[in-house]
């Protein structure tokens, strides 16, 4: 009996040792290793961490319990789905989960917000193969899905900021800009940069986006032809259609400044997976991103077209890579190799039997060696060779 008891004991202390030493390690690496480390899609986390903050702390404690639903239902449907296959959840559905949080209203229904998230990362990931082989953004196809779906919950549920919930904060109108601007009525500028304004939980902090954006840039996580050729091709199109007098078209600083086009510019367009890759391509897809979303935005009845700019984009990045060469490569420079010893160059059998024949002391340099003699300084020649090469070696 003791040496049973002493048996399990030993194996029993064993397995809690080897937890244990599991769970360090694990904590050492910077987190749970459920998760594949990605430092890339961490940044980005970094970036729109501050944004979040900032809507918790203006639509209060109810955004807060959506988000524990978003990020609980994004998360558990990459798990189910890459453990079935044995690998890991990539860091890229914290990304997913806190983009698509910060795109929905304020006060949407929980179950709506946990249903586009699961649609988000099953159909528009994981059916692909998971991180790295999906064509469409996760966040944004979720996002669209809903919006579709549901579009009386997902154009009418605004919340005007507050104090974490709690009193409404004066000047701010109820509707949002872009409907007001149908209306005729332009809002304040200040509003619409501080985002002291209505509509989804994180596209209205203009500051801390562009905050983001410099840090997204300054670290090489974002490229910054994405952003600026979207918010050119996007300003351009805005500014043509009110000079020539569009219906519904607005100012074009405040067309910027209203809707998520900032937000998508940034964290969306950026996109390193759904988004081409070669540096023309890039330009070209965030031309067709911002001229897209400023075309629906215009002449259609969805007031914001964003979402569908980025998915045509999507669905063009790869043919965009199609169009145009890969880039140059830099071929590395060539370093002549080391001549240990001072070891003297192989000369070749012609200039060797040269040198011998010159040194026999012929009179006629165009004079052809006899047979014996040829053999002979091919012989010697081998020999120099095999004595030089041993050297080298």
């Not at 840090?215 to 199109?237: E, H, M, P, Q, R």
Request: hydrophobic share 45%; proline share 6%.
């Amino acid at each position: 009996m003791l040496l049973i008891f002493g048996s399990f004991s030993g194996n029993y202390s064993k397995e809690i040792k080897e937890k244990y030493n599991y769970l360090s390690a694990s904590l050492k690496n910077g987190g749970i290793m459920l998760f594949q480390k990605q430092l890339m899609m961490r940044k980005v986390v970094y970036s729109l961490f501050p944004i979040y903050l900032a809507a918790v702390f203006f639509y209060g404690i109810y955004f807060f319990i959506v988000s524990i639903a978003v990020f609980a239902a994004g998360i558990m449907t990459e798990y189910l789905f890459m453990k079935y296959y044995g690998k890991k959840i990539s860091e890229a559905v914290l990304v997913t989960c806190m983009i698509y949080l910060l795109s929905l209203p304020p006060e949407v229904p929980v179950w709506i917000a946990a249903t586009g998230i699961v649609f988000g990362v099953l159909f528009g990931k994981c059916v692909y193969g998971g991180f790295g082989r999906n064509i469409f953004n996760p966040a944004i196809t979720g996002r669209l899905f809903i919006y579709i779906t549901f579009p009386g919950k997902m154009t009418s549920l605004w919340t005007v900021p507050s104090f974490f919930g709690f009193g409404k904060i004066d000047g701010i109108a109820s509707a949002t800009p872009l409907y007001m601007m149908r209306q005729g009525e332009i809002p304040e500028l200040l509003n619409l940069f501080t985002g002291l304004r209505t509509g989804s939980a994180g596209e209205g902090f203009t500051v801390l986006i562009i905050l983001a954006a410099v840090y997204l840039i300054y670290t090489k996580t974002a490229n910054w032809k994405a952003i600026a050729s979207t918010l050119a091709s996007f300003l351009v199109f805005s500014t043509l259609f009110f000079l020539i007098g569009a219906e519904n078209s607005f100012p074009p600083i405040h067309a910027v400044l209203s809707g998520s086009i900032l937000f998508v510019a940034v964290f969306m367009v950026t996109d390193p997976v759904s988004a081409p890759k070669k540096p023309q391509a890039i330009l070209v897809y965030g031309l067709m991103v911002g001229g897209i979303a400023a075309l629906v935005r215009t002449f259609s009845l969805f007031p914001e077209g964003t979402s569908f700019g980025i998915l045509i984009g999507n669905t063009f990045a790869s043919l965009f890579d199609e169009w145009f060469p890969k880039p140059a490569l830099k071929k590395p420079p060539v370093k002549k190799a080391d001549n240990p010893g001072n070891v003297k160059p192989v000369e070749s059998s012609g200039a060797a039997a040269d040198k011998s024949a010159g040194n026999g002391g012929a009179k006629n340099s165009d004079a052809q060696a006899s047979p014996g003699e040829a053999s002979g300084q091919a012989s010697e020649t081998g020999d120099k060779h095999s004595l030089k090469g041993g050297v080298n070696e």
